[in-house]
């Protein structure tokens, strides 16, 4: 199975026409404030999507450039729809605090994904967790800094006339595929935090959509026991709270 995004140029053409096709469905109309639905929640977690067996938040990786390791993003819908048309968000690779970023992770900025990351979007009819679309769509990923960090933005919908109805309840909407240091890279074995920072969810077009920045599993660990660079992270977003999106 191999399901690489492609990176040629026609590729690009084709995700510079998605991201123009998503923007007119008014994913990102910032001229209004979104509604909220009621407990609309988004979690990040390992190997599997939150809730399922094997998912976890804490995760200790070698340098086995043969292998990879997956993430897998959900959100709580907060409410029944009768129709779903997409989502965007971003991502973000914390350092342990006051530290930076090895250089690992600040490969490939300005691209739309660097060459150790890969995004997957569904319908993936071969993945049995419940998944909110059952046509594909278009969208696009993007790679850049944020002060001292990293950042991935995504954004991914399908045509309002291939949407379905969805249950109030969990669906993934995202795989991100990382890939690991070599062994004489400086990033081998050092700790990450990575947070789903927000996403805004679009169940119609207009104002149907919410943007959500909840949820206590929205933060990962990457070779950090028991999570530990993650914990001034979380504790920053407890004080802060939940904000609306700046108009």
Not at 62 to 86: E, Y
Not at 138 to 158: H, N, P, V
Not at 193 to 201: F, L, Q, R, S, Y
Request: with cysteine; hydrophobic share 40%; aromatic share 10%.
């Amino acid at each position: 199975m191999n399901d690489t995004p492609s990176r040629s140029r026609p590729a690009r053409r084709r995700i510079g026409a998605a991201l123009a096709a998503v923007l007119a469905l008014g994913l990102f109309a910032l001229a209004s404030r979104p509604a909220r639905a009621d407990d609309a929640q988004i979690y990040l977690s390992w190997h599997a999507p939150w809730g399922q067996p094997g998912a976890t938040d804490t995760l200790t990786a070698g340098c086995d450039t043969s292998r990879v390791d997956t993430l897998w993003l959900a959100f709580d819908s907060g409410k029944a729809s009768p129709s779903f048309l997409g989502v965007n968000g971003t991502l973000v690779f914390h350092p342990p605090l006051g530290d930076t970023l090895d250089g690992w992770w600040k490969r490939g900025w300005g691209k739309s994904t660097p060459q150790q990351i890969r995004v997957m979007f569904p319908p993936r009819p071969d993945i049995h967790y419940a998944q909110p679309f059952h046509s594909g769509g278009m969208g696009g990923t993007m790679w850049d800094s944020l002060k001292a960090e990293s950042r991935l933005r995504f954004i991914y919908a399908i045509p309002y006339r291939s949407a379905v109805s969805i249950s109030r309840a969990t669906y993934w909407i995202a795989r991100v595929i990382l890939e690991h240091p070599p062994a004489s890279d400086p990033a081998c074995g050092k700790p990450v935090c990575i947070e789903w920072t927000e996403a805004e969810i679009t169940f119609d077009v207009g104002l149907d959509r919410t943007f959500v920045r909840n949820g206590t599993h929205r933060f990962v660990s990457l070779n950090s026991p028991g999570g530990a660079v993650a914990v001034p992270y979380r504790e920053v977003n407890r004080l802060k709270g939940w904000q609306p999106p700046k108009q």
